[in-house]
């Protein structure tokens, strides 16, 4: 079956075909785009959601026939659309949403709603080397951090989770403090790549806790502080001193839940998981303890289509999908993951 997936949460249109098999059998990726609103939301140093909702609007169109285009496939072979439900900016999802449920009823195929971060944490799935269940994931993207125990599709059990800033969040306001633009975590940690270790003190917060919650919004503050010091550190060194300090949070928080599930594979996901030291330090932390570390492509990373669609075969292949035969909808801004079924 052919899965057209469509996600509209937040500044990114991602459109995706990705057809299914028969239960168990892997299915494939046969085309996604992605349409980043960034540069029109740079002026004003972040997302501005009615213009994120228009945005969505002009590309959803274009941008689906694109991707039939590149899949060779016409809209008569869509088996399903899938569509973000939520959590996002209630006018971007409302977009996505009302384009879905218009084009599958035109289509008469179902139209199946997706949780935005389940769409994420599967997403490693649809790699060539991929884990199995139960494991352990890691959702570091700009609204989220949060360690979910995945015992099976639709199944996740939050074993932790930040108490304030989300660690995409965090990388993005210091970014900013550094004057890199927005959103700054790609930049930021480039800058880090040229920064020397040790120059300057930054906390690692809540790294001793002992438990899985998390608080990055102390960082931002500690960064400004020594920024205003009449001595200030070099930028590039107060950039690898402050991806270091997120970089050791999240490695040990890692390591700690791995422990106490007993677990051995660890999933990470969201835009967050794209950070090259990030992935440098868990790799050498899983070598050590003993667990295997995924990543989706780099490209799948951030927000995207194709990880709608693929979430929606799995709920589809687990029987975990209710076809609303009135073609009511509506969105979910907040929504939380684990309360998924
Ligand atoms: O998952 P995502 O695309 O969107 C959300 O659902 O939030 O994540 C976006 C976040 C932004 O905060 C961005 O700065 C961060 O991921 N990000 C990075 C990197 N690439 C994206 N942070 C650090 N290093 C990166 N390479
Ligand atoms: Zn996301």
Redesign the pocket.
């Given at each position: 079956m052919l899965i057209l997936g469509i996600e509209t949460?937040?500044?990114?249109t991602g459109i995706a075909l990705y057809e299914a098999k028969a239960a168990r059998l892997p299915g494939r990726l046969l085309a996604h785009v992605v349409h980043s609103q960034v540069a029109m939301h740079e002026a004003y140093g972040g997302v501005v959601p009615e213009l994120a909702a228009r945005d969505h609007l002009r590309r959803l169109v274009p941008l689906s026939r694109q991707v039939l285009e590149r899949a060779g496939r016409r809209l008569a072979d869509i088996g399903a659309v899938a569509y973000t439900e939520g959590p996002?900016l209630a006018g971007a999802l409302l977009a996505g949403a009302a384009f879905a449920r218009s084009l599958a009823q035109s289509l008469k195929v179902p139209a199946i709603g997706i949780h935005?971060?389940e769409g994420?944490l599967l997403s490693p799935l649809l790699g060539a080397r991929a884990p199995q269940l139960p494991f352990v994931a890691l959702l570091?993207?700009?609204?989220?951090t949060q360690l979910m125990r995945v015992t099976q599709v639709g199944s996740y059990e939050l074993l932790g989770e930040t108490l304030d800033d989300?660690?995409?969040?965090a990388?993005?306001k210091t970014?900013q403090l550094l004057g890199l633009g927005?959103?700054?975590?790609?930049a930021?940690?480039?800058l880090a790549e040229t920064g020397r270790p040790g120059r300057c003190k930054l906390p690692r917060p809540m790294i001793a806790s002992g438990d899985l919650e998390f608080s990055f919004s102390g960082l931002k503050t500690a960064v400004l502080t020594l920024m205003k010091k009449e001595i200030r550190p070099e930028k590039k060194d107060l950039a690898r001193e402050f991806?270091d300090a997120?970089v050791e949070v999240l490695v040990a928080k890692c390591g700690l839940a791995m422990a106490k599930t007993g677990l051995t594979q660890l999933v990470v996901?969201?835009?967050?998981?794209?950070?090259?030291?990030?992935r440098a330090a868990l790799n050498d932390r899983a070598a050590r303890a003993g667990f295997e570390v995924f990543y989706p492509a780099a490209e799948l990373?951030?927000?995207?289509g194709a990880m709608i669609a693929f979430a929606a075969a799995l709920r589809i292949q687990a029987g975990k999908i209710t076809p609303d035969p009135n073609h009511a909808f509506s969105v979910r801004p907040r929504w939380d993951l684990a309360a998924l079924g």
């Open positions: 949460s937040c500044d990114e996002g935005h971060l994420h570091v993207s700009g609204g989220h989300a660690a995409g969040e990388f993005d970014a927005y959103p700054g975590g790609p930021l940690s480039m991806v997120v996901a969201g835009g967050v998981g794209a950070n090259k030291q990030l990373c951030t927000d995207n």
